[in-house]
């Protein structure tokens, strides 16, 4: 079984701080990761860093295909939601948007969204990427709780096709997951 996220030895700094040192992460399919501790100890930036959007200050970083949901929406929001969807997304696209409950929001353009339904997009994004390594920084945020229990069936869902998930959030998700706490 071939890894689908290998780090060894990383190291971040971030506005000449040293985030953390010596990190080794490993995610096989079917496997996840969340990322816990204080705000400030790294989470969205090791989140950040195996995306690609930051460097290691040191270490190796190998990764399969990878999906983002951040803070960040990345969709026009001029766009109606299913076409701005489409820019990003595979043919799973549909089954992500019903899977999260937005398909009936795809005729809207994305900027009437509400909080919670363009966080829903963009968990759909990812959904319907076809990414094998899904990498979710606070994906909870914004979500009520049809919304979190959508989510949690599409984790284990992926999970159970062989994908990988590394999350970061302050709330715990369902299912087993092993944890990693950074500034313990």
Do not use: C, Y
Not at 7 to 23: E, K
Not at 49 to 65: I, M
């Amino acid at each position: 079984m071939s890894l689908l996220l290998d780090g060894q030895r990383l190291a971040l700094v971030r506005g000449g701080r040293l985030l953390f040192d010596g990190l080794g992460l490993a995610l096989a399919p079917g496997e996840a990761l969340h990322v816990t501790g204080p705000n400030g100890t790294g989470k969205s930036s090791l989140i950040r860093l195996v995306a690609g959007l930051l460097t290691p200050s040191a270490g190796r970083l190998e990764r399969a295909d990878a999906a983002l949901a951040d803070e960040g929406l990345a969709l026009d929001r001029e766009l109606p939601l299913s076409r701005a969807l489409s820019f990003w997304a595979g043919p799973k696209l549909g089954e992500a948007m019903t899977g999260l409950g937005i398909d009936h929001l795809a005729d809207v353009p994305v900027r009437l969204l509400s909080t919670g339904q363009r966080k829903r997009a963009v968990l759909a994004r990812v959904m319907a990427s076809g990414a094998p390594l899904w990498l979710l920084d606070e994906p909870l945020n914004g979500l009520d709780r049809d919304g979190a229990e959508r989510l949690a069936n599409a984790l284990a869902d992926h999970r159970r096709s062989g994908g990988a998930i590394l999350a970061a959030s302050h709330v715990p998700f369902p299912g087993e997951w092993r944890t990693l706490e950074l500034g313990a």
